[in-house]
């Protein structure tokens, strides 16, 4: 079996899984890698919230901005009204967008194939 890794100047390096946990030089630049001990378990839900970043922040929309405009314009805002639709996480019970598949409040992985 081989392990894939990437020197810090972004070469890509193959080297057999005997090698797993101690470092090297890159054929290439010739910088330390370091070569990843051997993964024995399951990944945590935190290394896995790790990997798959924050949740990223609702965009705004056109008629946003135009709501935004006219206000500083002095006239009405026209934003209609948009309830987002809410479901319960399992597993705290918080109210939660229906576009999170991972719980923002306790970090609880909650989708399905039906979401997607």
């Known amino acids: 079996?081989?392990?894939?890794?990437?020197?810090?100047?972004?070469?890509?390096l193959v080297t057999h899984d005997d090698h797993a946990g101690k470092a090297g030089r890159c054929p290439v630049c010739k910088a330390i890698v370091s070569i990843p001990p051997p993964h024995t378990?399951?990944?945590?839900?935190?290394?896995i919230l790790g990997i798959l970043g924050s949740p990223k922040p609702k965009e705004s929309t056109i008629a946003?901005?135009?709501?935004?405009?006219?206000?500083m314009a002095?006239?009405?805002?026209?934003?209609?009204q948009q309830q987002s639709q809410q479901k319960l996480c399992p597993s705290c019970d918080r109210e939660i967008d229906t576009g999170?598949?991972?719980?923002?409040?306790?970090?609880?992985y909650i989708s399905s194939l039906n979401d997607f």
């Not at 079996?1 to 890509?12: A, D, F, L, N």
């Not at 946003?64 to 206000?71: I, K």
């Not at 999170?100 to 609880?108: A, L, M, R, S, V």
Request: hydrophobic share 25%.
């Open 1 to 12: 079996m081989s392990i894939t890794v990437h020197c810090p100047q972004g070469h890509r």
């Open 41 to 47: 378990g399951n990944l945590s839900e935190t290394a």
């Open 64 to 71: 946003d901005d135009l709501d935004e405009f006219a206000a």
């Open 74 to 80: 002095g006239y009405p805002a026209k934003k209609q």
């Open 100 to 108: 999170y598949h991972i719980c923002p409040h306790c970090h609880t």
